[in-house]
């Protein structure tokens, strides 16, 4: 099992939740540590409602803290629609977290894409690469982005962010922020963060809840077949955690490591 992905598995949502808690919160400690902010990225989906429910729960302990205040909040994906668009993966994270957050929170600094652009894919992944330029330190002096963490997200078809199986997205190994015009799941236009970026992240977690993604884990732990899921699990080998309920996991041959952070 040396350098291979980490597979979590909870008997459900409610116990996976505070596990997540923790080990997203060792994550923004060690960022800290590094360079005194947590730079996140976080897709849509159905990440954002158990994101919350890890991230909103009552502090257990002292230690047990989510300093918002030193949180810069990327979005792996987005898709080209207006902020409050219900499509939106920034309007769905404001929706079941930032809007959330207890009167008295300092909040984090959130990056959403340049709406003025959606006319236009190619600007709008170029607008959010600068961001990521502005905020990384410059092009010229880091090759990559390196994210203290990703959170994300696995789809029924083995895709993560805007990346799906068998597109050319998955060659792209030049730019940071890329456009997508056909997806193949709705909405068509999108931009996303590359493989390269994601795979160069200090730690990333897919959660991944519910018996209709049981078939796409199989594939994905079982085989890979170059599903973008299986492409992050090889390229990040034990950076990467999978945080999932029994149910999306049923008859998965990979071994479940014990959580005990
Ligand atoms: O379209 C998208 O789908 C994936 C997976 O979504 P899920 O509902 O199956 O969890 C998501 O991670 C991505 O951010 C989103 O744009």
Redesign the pocket.
Known sequence: MANQANLYSFPTVDALAPALRRYVISCQEAGLARHGVFKVA??????PKTLAQALLAEPTSPTDTVKWDKWEIF?????AVPLDDADS?YGLLKTELLDKLPVDTAPPTVHPINTEVLGDTQELADQYEQTLVRSFAGRDSVRLPIFDLLL?????DG????LFPGHELLRENDAWVAPIED?P?PPPR?V?LTLPVVTHAVRVAF??TGG??KEIMKEIFEGGKGLPCALVNERCGERCSWFVDNAAVEGVSYPRRPFNL
């Open positions: 976080v897709s849509g989906g159905s990440l979005f792996a994906d987005e898709r993966n994300l997200g696995c789809g029924p895709h993560t962010c805007s997806s799941k999108r996303t959660v991944a209709g993604k």
